[in-house]
């Protein structure tokens, strides 16, 4: 089973950057994509980047020209750099990966969690 181990958010000013990881606990995977998703209470979870194995990556519009995801060339730590933070990116973060590991076959794991909370 995939495990995946975020760190990196807490509290920060508007306008201010944050960069969050997300460390896969086991390489034995093949990895298709790797993402990150936010969620507020009362709310869908909803993508905000995501980077295929390929190397392409997609932004939620909200975040575009302000966030970047990347990973290492392990392929097993992924990262959100995320710059002039708004109070509207206030969110528990999330990582995710869609891997294949013998037994399980193709899956999404999760992250446990990070809060990201922007305020003055």
């Known amino acids: 089973q995939v495990q995946l181990v975020e760190s990196g958010g807490g509290l920060v000013q508007p306008g201010g950057s944050l960069r969050l990881s997300c460390v896969a606990s086991?390489?034995?995977?093949?990895?298709?994509?790797m993402g990150w998703y936010r969620q507020v209470p009362g709310k869908e979870r909803e993508l905000v980047a995501i980077?295929?194995?390929?190397?392409?990556?997609d932004y939620a519009d909200s975040v575009k020209e302000r966030f970047t995801i990347s990973r290492d060339n392990t392929k097993t730590m992924f990262y959100l750099q995320m710059n002039s933070l708004k109070p509207e990116d206030t969110a528990v973060y999330y990582c995710n990966v869609f891997a294949f590991s013998s037994g399980r076959g193709w899956k999404d794991y999760w992250g446990q969690g990070t809060q990201v909370t922007v305020s003055s």
């Open positions: 086991r390489n034995s995977f093949i990895i298709n994509t």
């Open positions: 980077i295929r194995n390929g190397g392409s990556t």
